[in-house]
């Protein structure tokens, strides 16, 4: 049933937002009494905390797993984030524009630990591209910190409009953003 | 007046959401009555359409200003089109803001007319991007449309972290992503 709960406030709150979807809604539009949402959550808004830490607890599992590959180098493994963010839009656009976009409707304790996990994640990414700089797979001259915002803006922005079912693949998205990232867009003449 | 109650919703929408803000606290705020509103203004929803085109609108300004430049490349183009919207942040942030996140609220024929808009000003820059390749000043074996919506999400994405009194100013946040988009961070052994 929490299941249910969650899935459902994840589609009213991305179509109507969250301050428009009342918890009424929320259990009538599964079938069930006011009763039941109470049993699994104080308020709207331990729901909607539920909803991001969910998500960006996924994320942090999922690039765990990538950094912490022994057999990887650092150009993989920035393959492998690139291609796993993108791959999580088929399943995940509706919790990431929530979490997005409603954030800012937590409470200052809840906001506080989900930016927390946020940070994290940016964090991670950061020191792959710092190991990356000192193994000299990736060039040092630029700040590692302001890289990782444009690298994290790529994909993040590809949930506005990227249509996993359109002409252009996951897989091929991953590709192009890559080597974009990798060696940029000017003409170099060999 | 107009202008102060643009601002002063600006304001209000940023902080609290579209919805969340009535007429009669706008009108409150300034310290006018709710005439002085539908004498400018039919609606909210009108009010917001005039924000969000406002914004799109200036910035298409600023864009055909720097492509039509008969005296620069088009690496200096892009250059100055980074900068152009790094440094609308700091005017511009909560404009911004309203726009990527209450557009759903506007009307089917006002949406259609500002997506019109923001898309002219993504194919003005995939443009760019297609000449360049054209002139061998870009590489060319990457899709230009994916590479426009990689190089705007970098830009798009600033409005979300980045704070043009921090360390970091706005000329050099600028040259640093126009260098990462022209050259990549692959160290290459030269």
């Known amino acids: 049933m929490k299941e249910k709960i969650i899935k459902t406030s994840i589609e009213l709150f991305d179509e109507k937002g969250f301050k428009e979807t009342s918890i009424q809604e929320i259990v009538e539009t599964i079938g069930v009494t006011k009763g039941t949402f109470y049993y699994y959550y104080n308020s709207k808004e331990e729901l909607l905390k539920d909803i991001c830490i969910s998500y960006i607890e996924e994320l942090l599992k999922q690039q765990k797993q990538i950094l912490e590959n022994p057999n990887t180098d650092c150009i993989t493994k920035l393959h492998e984030i690139v291609y796993m963010l993108i ?104």
């Open 87 to 190: 791959t999580n839009i088929k399943s995940q656009r509706r919790s990431a524009r929530i979490f997005f976009r409603e954030m800012r409707h937590l409470n200052d304790q809840h906001l506080k630990e989900i930016k927390a996990k946020r940070n994290q994640f940016r964090k991670n990414y950061q020191k792959l591209i710092e190991i990356g700089m000192e193994k000299q797979q990736f060039k040092n001259h630029l700040p590692p910190d302001m890289l990782t915002f444009a690298i994290l803006g790529i994909t993040n922005w590809s949930y506005y409009w990227f249509h996993p079912e359109g002409e252009v693949s996951e897989e091929q998205l991953a590709k192009i953003y890559v080597d974009f990232i990798l060696n940029g867009i000017q003409f170099v003449d060999q």
